[in-house]
């Protein structure tokens, strides 16, 4: 939804990749109007909206549930919970908080970014700025007390060095969200990118110390804290594990990213620059031909700005203005 947010987590995935500048997505824009008539043709089912942090603009943020969310099956925020609570104003002109006003309007699921369960470590790992300092416990409990057969939370959380890391560690995490209703936490090890298409940044050097195979903490929760393993997926970009104890469910999962094979549409990443890619690594791999000037002109502003183009993934490298587009099919406006 934007590229702006009210925390600077050292581990944020968006400073490892290209995330571009824009306007609040709005559906007044004739970019992301298209890219919903598009998807909803091709049978896409899911959307989930994230950021920078979608709730930045509360109003900005339920107009673009209401309007984009409809025909969709199922819909998922991701957030660190910022302005949730705080009052948006509905069609017919009355007022409700964010959070009610997008279950009203068909959100199924809250993904509620929390690096540690201490609220002090917390607040250091994912930097809030501004006065709003993450949410409280009895926050969290609000967020349970709405949860239905249609809409549910679950806690996330970033597996790092300096915080959640250990079997102790996410026990004592989960047993704290456990105490506040929750029944479904992730547990996420940093992601592994190919360096060609990774930016130089701090964000890039931290993700690489919070990879790790997640096989041995999977095995460490089942031997060790008593819990089943449901579900798992393994394939060359991904490894999925999903344990239940009791009415608990936990989802620990590492990612590779890796770089399309083939011209299957495999994804639909929509940006605030109004560009709707199929890739997080190729920044060419767009949706609609026309795109492509728009990217060009980020580049255009960057190398203005005196931005060095090479901080950009490998895939903006070769585009320059005047440049001939890379020969590569496209899927067509």
Not at 156 to 185: H, N, Q
Not at 211 to 238: C, N, T, W
Not at 248 to 253: E, L, P, T
Request: charged residues 25%.
């Amino acid at each position: 939804a934007t590229e702006r947010c009210n925390a600077g987590c050292h581990f944020c995935f968006n400073g490892i990749t290209n995330t571009p500048a824009g306007q609040f997505m709005s559906m007044n824009d004739e970019h992301i109007a298209r890219v919903r008539r598009f998807t909803l043709l091709a049978g896409v089912e899911k959307v989930s909206y994230s950021g920078g942090e979608p709730t930045f603009h509360a109003q900005a943020c339920f107009d673009l549930v209401r309007e984009m969310s409809p025909g969709y099956k199922k819909t998922r925020i991701h957030t660190n919970g910022l302005n949730l609570g705080k009052e948006v104003v509905l069609p017919d002109g009355t007022k409700k908080n964010l959070l009610d006003a997008i279950i009203a309007h068909g959100l199924n699921g809250l993904s509620l970014s929390i690096a540690h369960n201490d609220p002090h470590k917390n607040k250091e790992l994912m930097a809030f700025r501004g006065g709003w300092q993450g949410c409280t416990d009895e926050d969290i409990k609000s967020f349970i007390d709405r949860s239905s057969d249609r809409f549910s939370t679950r806690l996330s959380c970033f597996l790092t060095p300096d915080g959640i890391r250990t079997p102790d560690d996410m026990m004592r995490y989960i047993e704290w969200g456990a105490s506040l209703g929750v029944k479904k936490f992730i547990f996420r090890a940093g992601s592994v990118i190919p360096a060609d298409y990774a930016k130089n940044t701090p964000f890039t050097d931290f993700n690489v110390q919070c990879g790790f195979d997640i096989h041995p903490l999977v095995e460490a929760m089942i031997d060790q804290q008593g819990f089943r393993e449901i579900y798992q997926e393994h394939k060359s970009d991904s490894h999925v594990h999903v344990l239940k104890l009791d009415d608990v469910v936990v989802d620990i999962d590492h990612s590779s990213e890796e770089i399309d094979t083939d011209q299957k549409i495999r994804r639909f990443i929509l940006m605030p620059n109004g560009v709707c890619y199929t890739s997080w690594l190729d920044q060419t791999a767009t949706l609609f031909e026309g795109d492509r000037d728009i990217i060009v002109n980020d580049i255009v502003r960057a190398n203005r700005a005196g931005i060095n183009t090479k901080t950009y993934p490998a895939g903006l490298g070769h585009i320059r203005t005047g440049d001939k587009a890379p020969e590569k099919p496209f899927y067509g406006d």
